[in-house]
């Protein structure tokens, strides 16, 4: 984890990052605006994604590069974040998953106290680097599989986030219930997951557990616009929901309703999968 008191001045940071990040290629800058928002990020990410899927064919996890897309749930849930700063303002927050870093910068903006965790160390540098640029500010990082979660998360969540983000985490079958088990033990009591998904079966599954074991839901859908034209061609829409951990249900060990089968569905708009 980056100590925050230890970070070097912004410029030698900058090019630490860069450096770091030099195998995967050229880089290229792509503009997205916040819907229902006046901000606009300016997000670094890679220029070539087929070399990304050639250096994810040794995966172990047999993950794809999803970080390196932007993501129409990431900008939904930025812009979510946006329209009521408040929220986070001084909170301490968790974002599962965090891609390029679209959530993570508008968390910043708005005050958030943000760890940032997912499966991709170039995923974590890309989006240090965009919050920094774009936010004068580093998160916290942490690289995490979410099937194996690390005592250091579970160290770090001690008794629960108020506020956990998580942008199109649900899109594989076998996300769902290594996610429904991790939910109590990230959120506190009375605390929220805030999850963005654009319609996937595995995402829809993971909300009807979670009502069932309890959780409240509240539900806004987001129609975009999205910055690829491909997506508002298709008509995303992504539905925003608040889940929130009320107290006494669904702790660590209660008893679960099993999920069942499952349907299996990447977001991949690379070699045939859809968005
Ligand atoms: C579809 S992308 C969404 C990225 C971002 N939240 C957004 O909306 O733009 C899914 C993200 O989850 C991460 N991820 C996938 N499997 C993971 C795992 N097992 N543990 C942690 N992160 C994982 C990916 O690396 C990727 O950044």
Partial sequence: ????????????????????????GPL????????????????????????????????PEQ??????????????????????PEQVRGQRVLELGCGLGVTA???????????ITDYSAEALALSALNALNEAGVEPEV??????????????????????VLAADVLYEARDVEPLLDLAPRLVAQAGELWLAEPGRPPAARFIDVMRERGWQITSERY???????????????????RLTRVMGDGAVGATQASPGPLCREGPCRHRGGQA
Avoid: C
């Fill in 1 to 24: 984890m980056v100590n925050p008191e230890e970070r070097a001045p912004i410029d030698t940071r900058r090019a630490e990052l860069l450096s770091r990040l030099a195998p995967i």
């Fill in 28 to 59: 290229r800058v792509d503009a997205v605006a916040a819907p229902g928002t006046a901000e606009m990020f300016r997000i670094t990410r890679p220029a070539d994604f087929d070399r990304l899927l050639d250096a994810a064919a040794g995966d």
């Fill in 63 to 84: 993950n794809l590069p999803y970080w390196a897309e932007l993501w129409p749930s990431g900008i939904a849930l930025a812009s979510a974040i946006l329209r009521q």
């Fill in 105 to 115: 910068i508008a968390a910043l903006r708005a005050g958030a106290d943000l760890l």
């Fill in 142 to 163: 942490l690289r995490l599989n979410w099937r194996e979660p690390s005592q250091e998360l579970l160290h770090s969540a001690g008794s629960g986030f108020p506020i």
């Fill in 223 to 241: 129609p975009g616009p999205w910055p690829d034209p491909e997506d508002n061609r298709k008509g995303v829409v992504v539905g925003m929901h």
